[in-house]
């Protein structure tokens, strides 16, 4: 079943009909009432269509603008839908701006005025409240360029730096350009991708738009409109309300006017405030030139046409017209509740839509359906029909008989909404660090070995010019590598500080030394094939197919599962599934969702008679994994416990026996489950959080549990030292790199000990209801930190919290923030593993320069762990009062600050520490004689030759990866992913 239907119900509504007609009247102000959920999309939909006018949709908040936007663009087409945001965080911050939200902003106004058919734009206070540059001045700082025009490089070039363009050698966001040869780049701030422009001499040849990260071209243009940053400073003396900016035919939907009004004084209000504090010696523009308050939005409206859909409208209103639109029933998952509604609404000569967010989803509808009634099973199929479309909340029309449900309210899941960010840096990141070598950087070429960057060089080739990278070897050879041949190129990675051997070109050095280091690994490789051949030959417990529990268990998620969640899950129900044991990792960066595949896995064991033990590093994440577990697991016939310090004598023995006699079904705890007193009755499944944080110890004791039971292991940051070899042959891996959605990347920041920043930051969380995180590893001076907190924020709630207090006072307090009963929770690295607050979104780490890559890393991801952008504050001494590494380890959470950046985290970890005894110590003299990235390249190549020749028939049901081309250095899947962040490894993509 198509949307048509439920488009063509309100196109061919006379209701609907009477609407357009009322507001081809000018000034027209009409009241629509009783609009609810999505109908209220359906109905501006059909508007819209039928005046073909523009029309600005005003809603309550950002994320309900997003909801709704997304429904517009499935009802009429993305081209014909934009959004317009807010474009920093508060009021004269003007450093805070967000580049998409800029983009977004910039694309709205140059479809203002590029005169193209009406569309919908839909906005929200905040992004109202910011006045914008007036049309004329727009206009002026539009640089407007089209095939055949005659015009300079050097014009183009010094118009760009008049609009505080930056050059670059390679562009990778908006408000950069480039010049090579006869051809310019250039990323406008009005487009989601940048633009190619080619000359031939001084006439424009081709225009066409590129992919930032593959350089290929996308489409071609006749005309573009190059847009600087219309939030720049030099634009701020200039500005108007947008409702001066639009076209006076615009139609204006409001939501809810009064709200709209009181946030629109609220803020303007705050600037007032900001202004009045700001240093007057610095001249600023008042809060009047730069944004909009209540009576200038009422004024300024009354030259629309205005839709008001409020209980009760601010303005006259001309006419009001009724709906009778119910909200959707809630079945708080009784689907036998639900059947009768679909049953009686039927009866009724209603129609049953159900929107589903997938395929899958409107499976499980029809699967659930059969379960609760076999018999009758066909009857009930004609009485609803599914569309494979999200849309934001259902509802029941009487007017129009029809009844549009919701899965996510009926399975109670979280709905994701999806603004278009074109730009991305997470995109962008490897062009972007090309940028980043110096003239003098070592680098290793596959063919030639480790040269020096010699930098950026045109060069003519068959009469074109075309830029080359200069690569210098021993004896002042010079190689030049076309940029289409970056795959072959990484830089140099070995021990940090030691200078590698430079060969000679055309000498048979090279190609010695990596003959011999392929060797090497061989061995190794084989002797870790024979562990991993040895291990399928065991024979380990079979699991039954999914029952119905499982199936409902996974519907519950109240979040949609990201691709590489439903890829994790369905390769570890395979490997339990199949007769030998399970040996899995998986790899996911902080937040992504690892748990949830756990607790899957975990159920799985249970519904199969077994027992599941849950290890994990620390006492405060036993007892989150506990009240996690028990949160998923408590509409399902599971019992959980925990072992952990927090836990008396009596409740560690009531524990140990449920699990002997078999009346406990998952245990979760900390080293304490590895002690020679916990017996299991019948373990099934053993499940490790954070391997690398655990001994040797504990890991030798863990090999004599976890024998023939199935293991899942699950890690954030896959340090090479502590995965090994283990990523290339002796164990099953899955990876989730997919962000779940909704998810912003934390901004990071680096500051002093600065009182006024801490609180503003501070301060700024709470008036949004969020949390604090203030991480300070000195228990001595603890308090102290506490205190000036308190001293700067009275009105603050703050919390101590560390590894020294009594158990059951510190479970009391964790529980208490997670409740929401803090605002600030001073604590020391106890928070690092595995804690969820989604509603701490600020993270304050002092003295950062003291903790590792993968602790200060951790400690980021507590925070952004819902769908507010999350702040991260690193607190060192300057740069130039650190150690060489510590900088290092600092410069590059900077850097990786993007979401999925834990495994660019281990590998620039690796850079820092050096290569070490990665493969054992021998290993480590051939990686820095030849570089890291070159040395994975080999032992893959190791590892594919072995798998084809020696472990034929072991590798027998795998499919052959791809030979390579030209373009594409293939490896396995998770090294072309594993290492592709490498500095100049650009095409390295499995």
């Known amino acids: 079943m198509s949307k048509t239907n ?83 965080r508060r009021p004269y911050q003007i450093e805070d701006t967000d580049n998409a939200n800029v983009l977004l902003r910039a694309e709205v106004l140059n479809r203002i005025n590029s005169r193209k058919k009406p569309a919908v734009i839909v906005s929200y206070p905040e992004a109202l409240f910011e006045k914008v540059v007036t049309k004329k001045e727009l206009d002026k700082n539009t640089l407007k360029v089209a095939v055949g025009d005659k015009i300079s490089i050097e014009f183009i070039n010094e118009v760009l730096f008049e609009y505080e363009f930056k050059r670059v050698d390679f562009i990778t966001e908006p408000g950069e350009f480039s010049v090579r040869g006869g051809i310019i780049d250039v990323f406008s701030f009005s487009n989601d991708n940048p633009y190619r422009i080619e000359f031939f001499g001084n006439e424009v040849d081709s225009i066409r738009s590129f992919d930032v990260e593959t350089q290929l071209s996308i489409e071609r243009q006749k005309k573009i409109a190059i847009i600087p940053n219309v939030e720049n400073k030099f634009f701020q003396e200039n500005r108007e309300s947008f409702l001066e900016y639009i076209d006076s035919k615009t139609i204006v939907a409001i939501q809810n006017t009064e709200l709209l009004l009181s946030k629109l004084d609220k803020l303007f209000n705050k600037a007032g405030e900001i202004y009045s504090t700001l240093n007057a010696t610095i001249q600023h523009v008042a809060p009047e030139k730069l944004f909009l308050n209540q009576t200038e939005f009422l004024k300024k409206s009354l030259d629309f046409s205005v839709i008001e859909m409020g209980t009760s409208p601010v303005f006259k209103t001309s006419k009001t017209f009724e709906f009778h639109i119910q909200p959707q029933p809630s079945f708080n998952k009784q689907f036998d509740l639900l059947l009768n509604n679909l049953n009686d609404n039927h009866f009724n000569g209603y129609k049953n839509y159900l929107f589903c967010s997938n395929d899958a989803q409107a499976k499980r509808f029809h699967d659930i359906f059969e379960s609760l009634d076999e018999v009758n099973h066909e009857s009930i199929r004609k009485q609803y ?61 596959i063919d030639h070995g480790i040269g020096k960057f010699g930098g950026l060089q045109k060069i003519q080739v068959e009469g074109k010019t075309q830029e080359a990278i200069k690569l210098v070897y021993a004896d002042n050879d010079i190689v030049y590598v076309s940029i289409h041949s970056l795959y072959k190129i990484s830089k140099y990675n070995g021990k940090d500080g030691a200078p590698p051997k430079i060969y000679k070109l055309g000498s048979n050095a090279w190609k010695v030394l990596k003959q011999k280091t392929k060797a090497r690994v061989k061995h190794i490789a084989f002797n870790l094939i024979q562990l991993y051949a040895k291990r399928r030959l065991e024979k380990g417990f079979r699991y039954a197919p999914d029952s119905y529990l499982q199936a409902e268990l996974e519907s519950s998620f109240i979040y949609e599962d990201t691709p590489d969640q439903i890829k ?13 044991p399970m040996d899995r990792l998986v790899c996911g960066d902080v937040g992504f969702g690892k748990t949830e595949v756990a607790i899957r896995a975990a159920f799985k064991a249970v519904d199969n008679g077994k027992q599941v033990a849950v290890l994990v590093p620390t006492t405060i994440l036993a007892y989150q994994h506990y ?25 560690k023995t009531e524990t140990l026996q449920q699990l002997a006699e078999g009346k406990l079904d998952i245990v979760i705890g900390t080293h304490q489950l590895v002690n020679k007193n916990v017996a299991f009755k019948d373990l099934g499944l053993l499940i490790v959080d954070e391997e690398q944080k655990f001994g040797v110890n504990v890991k030798d004791k863990l090999k004599t549990i976890a024998a023939n039971v199935d293991t899942l292991t699950l890690t954030a940051t896959p340090i090479p030292r502590t995965l090994q070899f283990s990523l290339m042959a002796a164990r099953d891996l899955s990876v989730i790199t997919t962000p779940p959605p909704n998810r912003y990347p934390i901004e990071t920041n680096v500051v002093g000990f600065n009182e006024e920043l801490i609180r503003d930051a501070i301060s700024y969380e709470i008036q949004r209801n969020g949390q604090v995180f203030f991480i300070n590893n000195r228990i001595e001076n603890i308090k102290e930190v506490a205190g000036m907190i308190q001293r700067l924020l009275p009105d603050a709630r703050v919390g101590i919290g560390h590894g020294q207090m009594d158990g059951s006072k510190l479970e009391e307090l964790m529980l208490a923030f997670m409740n929401g009963e803090f605002d600030v929770l001073v604590a020391t690295t106890i928070i690092e593993s595995g804690l969820d607050v989604p509603n701490a979104n600020t993270i304050f780490i002092n003295n950062a320069n003291n903790f590792g890559l993968s602790d200060l890393h951790q400690m980021r991801g507590r925070v952004g762990r819902s769908n507010k952008k999350a702040f991260c504050y690193f607190i060192c001494p300057p740069y130039s009062a650190m150690t060489d590494d510590a900088r290092k380890r600092i410069q590059a959470l900077e850097q990786f600050s993007e979401l999925g950046s834990g495994f660019n985290i281990a590998m620039k970890d690796l850079e820092i520490r ?75 993509k499995g």
């Open 385 to 445: 029909h599914t569309i494979t479309l999200p849309i934001y909340q259902g509802f029941v029309d009487e007017e129009h008989q029809i009844a549009c449900y919701t899965d996510h309210q009926i399975f109670e899941r979280y709905h994701k909404f999806n603004i278009k960010n074109g730009y991305s840096k997470k995109q962008t990141i490897t062009l972007k660090e090309l940028t980043t070598l110096s003239v003098g950087d070592y680098v290793t070429h």
């Open 568 to 580: 994790s899950t369905q390769e570890v129900k395979a490997d339990m599934e199949s007769d030998r």
């Open 6 to 88: 439920v488009l063509n119900t309100y196109d061919n509504s006379p209701k609907v009909k009477q609407i357009a007609d009322s507001l081809q009247i000018p000034e027209q102000k009409i009241h629509l009432h009783g609009l609810v959920g999505s109908s209220l999309s359906l109905v501006i939909q059909s508007v819209f269509k039928k005046v073909e006018r523009p029309l600005l949709l005003l809603l309550n908040d950002k994320e309900e603008a997003a909801y709704y936007l997304n429904d517009l663009e499935q009802f009429i087409g993305e081209q014909d839908v934009l959004f317009y945001p807010g474009s920093y």
């Open 914 to 988: 050096g290569a070490g005894d990665l493969l054992g110590g021998e290993q480590s003299g051939f990686i820095n004689e030849i570089g890291f990235d070159t040395y994975h390249k080999i032992m893959n190549e190791a590892i594919e030759e072995l798998k084809e020749n020696e472990f034929k028939e072991l590798y027998a049901d795998e499919d052959k990866p791809e030979k390579n081309t030209s373009k594409t250095f293939k490896s396995t899947p998770i090294l072309s992913y594993y290492f592709q962040m490498n500095t100049l490894t650009i095409f390295l």
């Open 627 to 651: 009240r996690t577990f028990s949160e998923r697991l408590k509409e399902m016939p599971v019992s959980v416990g925990y072992l952990n310090r927090f836990r008396t004598a009596k409740q």
